[in-house]
């Protein structure tokens, strides 16, 4: 058993901390990632599965012993059982050359000859980066559930999918109990202020064992 005081759900620390700064939160980049991946993990486990999961209140505080041993937090239900999450945070921008050419700012857009060149040269330039970002990670997460959030600006949705799929025999060559993948897939506004999103989506793949994708979207 656990001291529930101890714990917040994943939905709670998602409203805590989502679509702030780091300067806000008076937190480290990495470390505001990291929980905000973590979060949106187990809140969409919590809901797919049945399960119930909570994450620490503490969540800003590292230990020490735990990231030694390649554990960036450890969550836990009400009986005890916990599980330990590896969060891996992959960057991918493209050349100011390649942002230059394809100026989209996100919007629709008609699928011509060259808007087609300009998604297989994105494409190819954005596998080439997660490529390369994958083979760093070389530490055994045996028993561990490692957690990669790619991290795009909008304008790549459609390259960051075919970079994603041809990255799938890198990912699936890990060390880990699990492989999840997670993505920020661009939504409209629903309602409210129009400058404003309110609602947040996205894709999140599990790798391996026995590869399956999945949706998921919360409101703020």
Partial sequence: ???????????IVLAQLYGRTSEELDLSEGRRDEVIAAAIFMSFRNQEFGTKFKIPANYRTIDRFEDA???DMVVSNSSG?????????????RSIERRKKHATR????????????????????????????????????????????????FATQTSLE???????????????????????????????????????????????????TYGYSFAL
């Fill in 1 to 11: 058993m656990i001291d529930e005081k101890n714990y917040l759900t994943p939905e």
């Fill in 69 to 71: 041993s390649g554990i």
């Fill in 106 to 153: 996100g919007g629709a857009c008609l699928m011509g000859r060259k808007t087609r060149r300009l998604v297989q040269n994105d494409s190819e330039e954005l596998t080439r980066i997660m490529r390369d970002e994958l083979k760093k990670i070389v530490q055994d997460y045996s028993g561990v559930v490692l957690l990669i959030h790619v991290i795009a600006d």
């Fill in 81 to 93: 059982r916990k599980k330990k999450l590896q969060i891996k945070g992959i960057h991918i921008q």
């Fill in 162 to 212: 075919i970079a994603i799929r041809k990255s799938f025999n890198i990912l699936e060559e890990l060390k880990a109990n699990e492989i999840w993948l997670l993505r920020n897939v661009p939504v409209r506004i629903l309602r409210g202020n129009r400058s404003r999103i309110n609602c947040h989506s996205f894709q999140i793949i599990k790798v391996a064992p026995n590869r399956r």
